[in-house]
């Protein structure tokens, strides 16, 4: 069975600071990979996918990603973060089957500071 | 641009009740609608799945009998949670996805479940 791992519950991190959220996948196949993020009270919103190509993928907001096969990972990544970048990041898997739907890390919660 | 609306945003019921959310996608004729549930604390868990010509597909421990889901067309899909109880409670979240070009669903921003 596929699954989606953050092994980061949380990350504190001051404005203008470089941000990294780790994302590592297990799934027998090449996955196509997501990050949404959730703004509080709100629900999800679509940063960036991977499907296939370039492994390093530019999204909203300036966030970036990388997919690494090696890895099994997918680390998404801001060189300098807003206030306004507060919020929680998912990391969500599909298998490239319409049958099926997504599948969800357990999220990041990010907190920036001024 | 694509949007999927839901209705309502929150919710209270009395444990024992039910109560219905709505979903409805505008700008785009989706191809699959995907019904989440957000616990507290926890991440998302797919409840069910419909796409165009295929029976609407539940995932294990949900079942039609606590959350049916009914829709006249991909546009517009409606659940209801019948006998809510506190393990219900949550953020319930639809997702459409559009074509068959890409895997990724537009969510709307949820109802949220709170069970008393």
């Known amino acids: 069975a596929q699954s989606v791992t953050q092994p980061d519950a949380r990350v504190t991190v001051s404005e203008g600071a470089s941000l990294q959220l780790r994302c590592k996948y297990s799934y027998s196949a090449t996955p196509y990979l997501f990050w949404y993020v959730q703004y509080p009270r709100q629900g999800l919103q679509l940063l960036l996918k991977y499907y296939s190509g370039d492994p390093v993928v530019q999204g909203v907001n300036s966030f970036e990603a990388e997919f690494s096969k090696s890895n099994s990972s997918f680390h998404l990544q801001k060189a300098s973060v807003h206030w306004s970048d507060s919020a929680v990041y998912f990391c969500?898997?599909?298998?490239?089957?319409?049958?099926?739907?997504?599948?969800f890390g357990l999220g990041t919660r990010v907190s920036v500071f001024p | 641009g694509a949007l999927v609306y839901q209705y309502p945003r929150r919710t209270i019921c009395k444990s024992g009740t039910s109560m219905r959310m709505e979903c409805q996608a505008v700008g785009f004729q989706a191809t699959s609608v995907a019904w989440y549930r957000q616990s507290p604390q926890k991440t998302f868990e797919l409840i069910a799945l419909?796409?165009?010509?295929?029976?609407?597909?539940?995932e294990q421990n949900f079942t039609q009998e606590k959350f049916p889901i009914s829709h006249p067309n991909l546009s517009f899909s409606s659940m209801t949670v019948l006998n809510a109880y506190l393990e219900d409670r949550g953020l319930y979240l639809c997702?459409?996805?559009?074509?068959?070009?890409?895997?990724?669903?537009?969510f709307g921003s949820g109802t949220r479940l709170l069970v008393i």
């Open positions: 997702g459409a996805r559009e074509g068959t070009g890409g895997f990724d669903y537009t």
């Open positions: 969500a898997l599909s298998m490239g089957d319409y049958a099926q739907g997504l599948t």
């Open positions: 419909s796409t165009v010509n295929s029976a609407i597909k539940y």
